[in-house]
């Protein structure tokens, strides 16, 4: 088979585009004199206001689904993080016993840890940020603490009240493995 007969049959099939030579992407029906103006209608052819309205409202459906599904993992998070902050301020207490050979008492309460009461290069100091619980609340110390144990430090959770659950619920030193 020769050349020119084998590029020949590939026009015809398709291969190389159409038939006519012109670029494969063109609007092959306007300019060649097929159906432009419906094919035309159908490209320019935007969304209505129905099927806008249904994506807005399936879109919203969606965001109220995850909203309410991930405010519970974020209420969870911040007890996690209530918890790790309490096991750092226990850290800090049992460095401040080490060196004083006394707890903090009611009256100054963790106060001692920070700002005018220690400085920073002591081994028990913590910035007064690090008092602050994921809420925003102080962390409480009360010596002694319930059941014979020295101190506890408890964060009351969002609402900053004793009791609750959920995201109000108490986070406790004595029970940090909760």
Request: charged share 25%; hydrophobic share 30%.
């Amino acid at each position: 088979m020769e050349d020119w007969e084998m590029t020949s049959d590939r026009r015809r099939s398709g291969e190389d585009g159409p038939m006519c030579g012109c670029d494969p992407k063109a609007a092959h029906d306007q300019d060649h004199g097929g159906s432009g103006a419906v094919t035309n209608r159908r490209r320019r052819r935007g969304m209505t206001l129905v099927e806008v309205l249904a994506v807005v409202v399936i879109l919203g459906l969606l965001a109220g689904t995850l909203a309410v599904g991930f405010s519970g993992a974020f209420g969870k998070g911040k007890r996690e993080l209530a918890k790790t902050g309490i096991g750092v301020i226990v850290g800090k207490l049992e460095m401040y016993k080490i060196e004083h050979d006394s707890w903090p008492s009611m009256d100054h309460g963790l106060a001692v840890l920070s700002d005018g009461h220690a400085v920073p290069t002591s081994s028990y100091y913590l910035g007064s940020g690090n008092l602050l619980d994921p809420w925003g609340h102080r962390y409480h110390y009360i010596t002694p603490g319930p059941d014979g144990h020295p101190y506890e430090v408890v964060s009351y959770g969002a609402d900053d009240r004793r009791g609750g659950d959920g995201e109000n619920a108490d986070v406790s030193s004595i029970r940090l493995r909760d």
